[in-house]
């Protein structure tokens, strides 16, 4: 098979090629690592490609084969990981200039994972600076390119790997969600984008984040492709407290099972007030698109969201004292976005960490009920599509919204309530608009539930108007 | 309910914060805002009987899928 075709696939239709010696992780790898460097001058996807490990690893997954050690559907593919996970001997610069030296000496515990399942990894990939941002305009490794329009950004903060799913140079991307940081990238680049239940995945060896509501996961091509990654990295870590010993189920079992008996929740409160009116009407076709597939509605209202704006005060004190140590030695090599949004958070008043703590509590409980009533919710992953690499605004209720540094936060308020509840959800695509950049529908199930949300998913995906649509990338 | 740099100043000094110049102090002022005007939308809002998010509960949602 030519290798621009089989960079086209998903990971669930290589596994059987590799198994069954069709494809081979060499030839495979080669292909994806060609597709890396051809695509990096455009996209900037990446900070590290790793060539020569990549290739070892490729050949290593080949001779295992050739003994008749498969390992499972991630053998011999090649994925990529956002360079604010540890990677053993490999520098993990978290997209900072604070951290440009830092080579970890082990795996993250989602690497090793990885690894031993077969994975390939081909590289680092580009990030907004320490994650915090939804942009992926790094002052230090440059922009990040959106593969269906290079003027706009991937989303992020993992846009490197949102763009390299997206433009066929991997198969899956690790990324890590603290207020939608792989959902947004996912919505933005037209692909299917994870954030699972808060404590199903180790945080072990994610670097320099918040620790209120962070969260490792994957970014792929098909919803099938996401519970493969899922099947390899959820479980228990004892090592990471904030996992929970929950036994994980067959993520793939429900797929293609018919959603017919289901019931959606449609939320009247907040996911609907501030959104684009192209990005609304994708929403509400995917809702009458599972409608027509059986799936029983409910209007369902979240009173408390209203207070929903008090949930990113933890997260401000938070990221202060998780910069605490860099800002004293290292203020000066911090880009102005970050610096600035960061050192807001010194001002944060300890009653209002503790209001912000209960709002969360409050919040949760009323998704609890609600999931009671409805196995899912449904509502737009972004108030609007990919903005423009050089807008500072984007407007939405006759106002003015800033895109990244202080003050911003519009493009995350669909996303960032789901970390703060650690709910499990997942952005699927679900059409463009009329500028041709992808639009996303997300969905949000219960605790532990994600089985739920990708047979609903999946479901979706099936008869989405995105099915089937790639990027056609103009190469500089 | 604005907030003067005198204030934040003064914060910075007496906490011991990190230093900041009138300059960069407007450059937060938008992160500032945002934070303020979230503590405004929580005025009279009794959240007394509200348990701490970080407290696991016993009938949260419904069970896994497990």
């Known amino acids: 098979m030519p290798s621009a075709d089989l960079l086209k696939l998903t990971i669930s239709e290589l596994a059987p090629k590799i198994q069954s010696g069709q494809v081979s992780p060499v030839e495979l790898t080669e292909a994806a690592l060609a597709q890396a460097h051809r695509l990096q001058p455009t996209l900037n996807s990446f900070i590290t490609i790793l060539d020569e490990q990549a290739m070892s690893q490729a050949h290593q997954m080949e001779d295992a084969l050739a003994k008749g050690d498969y390992r499972g559907p991630l053998h011999g593919i090649p994925i990529g990981i956002k360079d604010n996970i540890a990677t053993a001997g490999i520098r993990t610069t978290v997209g900072s200039q604070v951290l440009a030296d830092n080579v970890p000496g082990e795996d993250a515990h989602v690497v090793a994972l990885c690894k031993a399942a077969g994975a390939v990894i081909l590289g680092k990939e580009n990030l907004e600076e320490f994650a915090a941002g939804v942009t992926s305009n790094n002052p230090h490794f440059g922009a990040v390119h959106n593969p ?34 792989v959902r947004l990238p996912g919505t933005f ?144 090599k911090y880009g102005p976005d970050t610096l600035y949004r960061t050192l807001a958070g010194q001002f944060v008043l300890g009653k209002d960490y503790s209001k912000s703590m209960k709002v969360q509590r409050m919040i949760k409980e009323e998704y609890a009920q609600v999931l009671q009533q409805v196995d899912f919710l449904v509502t737009p992953t972004a108030p609007v599509a990919a903005p423009r690499i050089d807008a500072k605004y984007i407007e939405l209720g006759g106002e003015k919204h800033r895109v990244r540094g202080p003050g911003s936060g519009m493009i995350s308020r669909n996303t960032s309530p789901m970390n703060s509840t650690g709910l499990p959800a997942i952005t699927v695509p679900c059409g463009f608009n009329d500028q041709g950049l992808p639009i996303g529908v997300q969905f949000i199930g219960r605790p532990f539930n994600e089985a739920t949300l990708f047979r609903v998913a999946g479901g979706y995906e099936a008869i989405s108007p995105s099915r089937g649509r790639r990027p056609q990338i103009s190469e500089g | 309910m604005p907030i003067s740099n005198e204030t934040l100043k003064a914060m910075i000094r007496d906490f011991n914060g990190f230093e900041m110049t009138d300059a960069e102090l407007e450059l937060i002022r938008p992160e500032i805002d945002n934070y303020l005007a979230a503590v405004e939308s929580l005025d009279g809002l009794d959240l007394s009987n509200v348990m701490s998010g970080r407290l696991l509960k016993v009938d949260e949602g419904r069970s896994s899928d497990a």
């Open chain 1, 148 to 181: 269906w329009d290079l003027d706009h950004v991937p989303g992020g903060s993992s846009g490197g790997g949102g763009a390299n799913v997206a433009a066929g140079v991997t198969f899956a991307s690790l990324g890590t969600d603290l207020g939608g940081s």
């Open chain 1, 189 to 332: 680049c037209g692909v299917v984008g994870l954030k699972q239940t808060y404590g199903r995945v180790s945080q072990r060896g994610l670097l320099v984040t918040s620790f209120n509501g962070d969260h490792i996961g994957p970014m792929t091509r098909s919803v099938m492709d996401s519970a493969l990654v899922l099947q390899t990295l959820a479980g228990y870590d004892p090592l990471d407290p904030s996992t929970v010993p929950v036994p994980v189920p067959d993520y793939t079992a429900g797929l293609g099972v018919r959603l017919a008996g289901l019931t959606m929740g449609v939320p009247s409160d907040y996911y609907f007030d501030l959104v684009d009116p192209q990005v609304e009407s994708a929403i509400r076709m995917a809702i009458s698109a599972l409608q027509e597939l059986g799936v029983q509605t409910i209007d369902v209202s979240l009173p408390s969201m209203e207070f929903a704006g008090a949930l990113r005060i933890a997260g401000m004190a938070d990221s202060v004292v998780t910069h605490e140590p860099y800002l004293e030695s290292h203020r000066d």
